[in-house]
């Protein structure tokens, strides 16, 4: 059983930063694509940002390019999402995924284990 928690969300100005962590535990987390979503209010779940394996590739949504970051550290099975220049419509309930498959995938479907999600507010 793979569980993931994500932590971090909380309330911020626009133009804030803030850094959400997910731990993963229960398998190899080394071997997993790790993937972000988001869901804001009344809006679907949408992808943000993945990473392979070994980090060598990394995929932003054209949304949150330039302005956030995913990484991982395969030691301590956690990855993050660096979120700079907040804006308003950042503000949503975030995601973390795991897919064991590799596909390196844009598509929620494609992921396997998901967390219960971190909310990230952004006033202006």
């Known amino acids: 059983q793979v569980q993931l928690v994500e932590s971090g969300g909380r309330l911020v100005q626009a133009g804030g930063s803030l850094r959400l962590s997910c731990a993963v535990s229960g398998r190899t987390f080394s071997g997993y694509t790790m993937g972000w979503f988001r869901q804001g209010p009344g809006k679907e779940r949408e992808f943000v940002a993945a990473?392979?394996?070994?980090?060598?590739?990394?995929y932003s949504d054209d949304s949150v390019k330039g302005r956030f970051t995913i990484s991982r550290d395969n030691v301590k099975n956690t990855v993050y999402l660096q979120m700079n220049s907040l804006k308003p419509e950042d503000t949503a309930v975030y995601y973390c995924a795991a897919d064991p498959r590799n596909y390196y995938s844009t598509m929620s479907y494609d992921y396997t284990y998901w967390g219960q999600g971190t909310q990230v507010t952004v006033s202006s």
């Open positions: 990473i392979s394996w070994s980090s060598s590739r990394r």
